[in-house]
């Protein structure tokens, strides 16, 4: 008689993989080297527990995070391998650890958002800094100030439309229009084509954490004929993928061509052209998730930090009394001007505390060395082994009381005087090595439209904090899923 029956094959399979699961979960509550931490053994044991608060209550984990660090301390142990640390003096020991010290960062995340081999997908320290050497001269402090005229120029557009609604009486929709502002395609004056740009992005970002825990479905989907993807992938994704369609052709174009003229795509010519980067780094694939790094992060982050701005100076008329008075005292209105107004710049740092930059924790790995924290009231010190993701989220930091008071109240004079200290909490553009590499420009917008923001009288139309505040983490701060965006009617020119 045969012992090897399908009933007999089954058992031993099912057998072994029980075997497997309880090896996994001994293993992750006793023997890991992460087991000392404290935090909800639920969350040491499964994924699912993460998974539960960030896919079926959509975007809550961060603040279900926050809860723990109340319950359990400064260090909570938040996924069977990951570990937030609420302590803003070890903010460096995770991101900005000096120039010897190597952080990579979690491949885990990084393939949610799909862009695996641009800048933001470069796991290892090496990697990551090679492609990052190519484009930094692209977005330094002085090179940002060469772009004065731009803004300048679409600071006379968003003047022009203004201008227009004041007299049509039409409602203005502010976060379409700082979408288009933000944006490096001239939409500004196609209010349509802005709302449609923007909705793609939110659409394709609210389904950053599903595919953060269910990668395969996306992997499944693009497999999937055109006929079926037309049922069952949403519009915004579908167009962002079209877009996406699009940066490929111009790109192929690029590394095709024999061109060698600086006047457009100076980016992709110039990373073609780079002596440091290897063959390997100048794929079609690389320079299209590259640019739609760009198209992404250059857009949608600053855009809504300065739609915050302009929704708090509209809702606290003495905020706006104190920007018009500071512009009334310097009618300065040259992009380097205006970067030394003490007001603007408070309004600046307050609006991008409060978008909370990137929502979704970006932990770090320090890949050879072991890290230790120690919780200084109750003195217990933990090693966190090298391999380790740790992270402090946005929201940890920009809501810590002891640093910011009243955290969830938008508060400018808190950055002015010794203020600026505060700096170092601040994790909006992160820190370190891979802090954001396009701030200056991002900083250079804002100021440019908070300057502006002063000079025009506006009422709020159907607007509230629901339509700005962090109430959702989708990588970035989410507010009300059914908000339409911060609108306001156009009452006129001020003269300050
Ligand atoms: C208020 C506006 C902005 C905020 C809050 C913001 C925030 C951030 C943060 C937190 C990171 C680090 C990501 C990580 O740890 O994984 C980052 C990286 C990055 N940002 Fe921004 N960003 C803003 C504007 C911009 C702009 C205007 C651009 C470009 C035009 C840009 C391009 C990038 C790129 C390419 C990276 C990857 C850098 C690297 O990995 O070295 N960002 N940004």
Redesign the pocket.
């Known amino acids: 008689m045969s012992f090897i029956t399908p009933l007999n094959l089954f058992l031993t399979l099912a057998g072994a993989q029980l075997l497997h699961i309880l090896y996994v979960l001994v293993f992750r509550s006793l023997l890991s080297p992460l087991a000392r931490i404290p935090g909800p053994r639920l969350a040491a044991l499964t994924g699912w527990y993460e998974c539960y608060y960030d896919v079926f209550y959509p975007g809550q984990y961060v603040f279900k995070i926050k809860q723990l660090h109340q319950q359990f301390g400064p260090i909570v142990r938040i996924t069977p391998r990951e570990v937030s640390i609420s302590d803003l003096n070890f903010l460096d020991a995770i991101y900005s650890p000096g120039v010897y010290a190597k952080r990579d960062?979690d491949f885990e995340k990084v393939k949610a958002l799909g862009i695996n081999t641009s800048?933001?997908g470069?796991v290892g320290h090496d990697l990551?800094r090679r492609r990052?050497e190519s484009l930094n001269p692209f977005f330094s402090k002085k090179g940002v100030l060469a772009l004065a005229p731009q803004l300048q120029s679409k600071i006379f557009q968003l003047n022009s439309i203004l201008a227009v609604s004041q007299k049509t009486g039409e409602v203005v929709n502010l976060s379409d229009i700082y979408f288009a502002f933000a944006s490096e395609q001239n939409v500004l004056a196609n209010s349509v084509r802005a709302a449609g740009m923007r909705n793609n992005v939110a659409t394709v970002l609210r389904g950053v954490k599903f595919n953060l825990h269910f990668s395969w479905v996306r992997s499944l989907a693009r497999m999937l004929p055109s006929s079926l993807m037309g049922r069952w992938v949403p519009q915004g994704v579908k167009d962002m993928m079209k877009f996406r369609q699009a940066i490929r052709r111009e790109v192929e174009q690029i590394l095709q061509s024999k061109d060698d003229s600086k006047s457009s795509h100076s980016v992709f010519l110039e990373l073609r052209d780079s002596p440091t980067l290897p063959a390997s780094e100048k794929t079609a694939q690389r320079l299209e998730d590259e640019a739609a790094?760009?198209v992404m992060?250059?857009t949608e982050?600053?855009a809504k930090?300065i739609t915050i701005a302009h929704y708090h100076l509209l809702s606290n008329p003495d905020l706006m009394s104190k920007l018009r008075a500071e512009l009334s005292e310097h009618p300065s209105t040259t992009l380097s001007e205006i970067d030394q107004l003490p007001y603007v710049r408070a309004i600046s740092l307050e609006a991008?505390r409060l978008?909370f930059?990137?929502t979704g924790r970006?932990p770090r790995i320090a890949p050879d060395e072991t890290l230790t924290y120690t919780d200084l009231s109750s003195k217990v010190s933990y090693s966190i082994p090298p391999g380790t993701p740790v992270s402090t989220s946005t929201l940890l930091a920009h809501t810590n009381e002891q640093v910011f008071p009243d955290p969830w109240t938008f508060n400018p004079d808190r950055w002015l005087g010794n203020g600026m200290e505060k700096k170092k909490y601040m994790l909006?553009?992160?820190k370190g090595p891979?802090?954001?590499?396009?701030?200056h420009?991002?900083d250079a917008e804002a100021m440019i439209a908070i300057a502006e923001m002063g000079r025009w009288g506006m009422e709020l139309f159907e607007t509230n904090d629901g339509d700005v505040k962090f109430l959702h983490d989708y990588h970035v701060a989410t507010p009300n899923l059914n908000s339409l965006g911060v609108r306001a009617r156009v009452l006129g020119r001020v003269d300050l």
């Open positions: 960062k800048i933001g470069a990551h990052r790094l760009l992060a250059g982050s600053p930090s991008n978008s930059g990137l970006n909006a553009f992160s891979r802090q954001c590499i396009g701030m420009l991002a």
